[in-house]
């Protein structure tokens, strides 16, 4: 199927890397032109270099911290007026309810629910003045399932996710569509990490702790990039327009609930 979406442009956020390199290959293989960012560089040139030469489209990279105010500036200043915006960034830290403070629920705030929508309050208005966009924000099954463990993601994607409920429905009427993907476990550094902090914690290996965590899965095994970057290209496609506020699940059938 042609998605429908080829010379439109992405900013792309935290995409070295992960779900969000993962969506930025899907749209450069429907013949988007992106905007990619992350902190560190070298990986991050590594994927725009590899993504140009693979697919042939047009790569920006922007290295910087997306969740600061001069990283947010610079990649919107890179963005100009792209059609699509995938936002992402790294996951709060793991804990219990007894280790978070104030300092720790800002930072998860930041990071994970005030960077998107100042991302999206800066990129909407000229989506709806061209009258075509699309918002994916990449969240987690957490807002549906919280993980005890991960108090200050779930918390902060919350918000994000009643932020979303009210604002998509404002601007739906724009041709601007704004929508979440909720990954359950997927095979990235982020679950490589969360398996050596469990590991620590209980006493195991990290490859137990890998293998308990995936015997949660009914597919049986963790979710891919690759798989991720299909739906987000898809909720990016011209086909999607009539998305609007949802929340969609990628899980591998792990949130036992009807619906
Ligand atoms: P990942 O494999 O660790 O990749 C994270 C990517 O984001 C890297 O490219 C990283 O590059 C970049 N990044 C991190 N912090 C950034 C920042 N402040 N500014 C700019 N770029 C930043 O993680 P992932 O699994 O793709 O996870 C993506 C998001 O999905 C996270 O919020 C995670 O919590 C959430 N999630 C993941 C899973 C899962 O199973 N993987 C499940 C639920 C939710 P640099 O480090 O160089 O900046």
Redesign the pocket.
Known sequence: MDLGIRGRRALI??????????CAEALAGEGVDLVL????AE??EA?AGSIRSTYGVSVVVVP?????EG?QAAVLEAAGDVDILVT?????PPGMWSDWDRDDFIAAFD??LLTPIALIKALLPGMMDRGWGRIVN?????VKAPIPVLGL?NTARSGLTGYVAGVSRQVAGSGVTINNL??????????V??DKVDAGARGISEDDARQARMQTVPAGR??T?EEFGAACAWLCSDKAGFVIGQNILLDGGAFPGAL
Do not use: E, Q, Y
Request: glycine content about 18%; hydrophobic content about 35%.
């Open positions: 956020c935290a995409s070295s890397k992960g779900l969000g390199k993962g960012n992350a902190r560190g990986a991050l994927t910087a911290d997306v969740t600061t990283g992402n960034a790294g996951g709060p990071a994970n990449i969240t987690s099954i957490a993601s909720l990954p359950g476990l997927h095979d990235t550094n982020r679950l990490m969360l963790f979710g990039s």
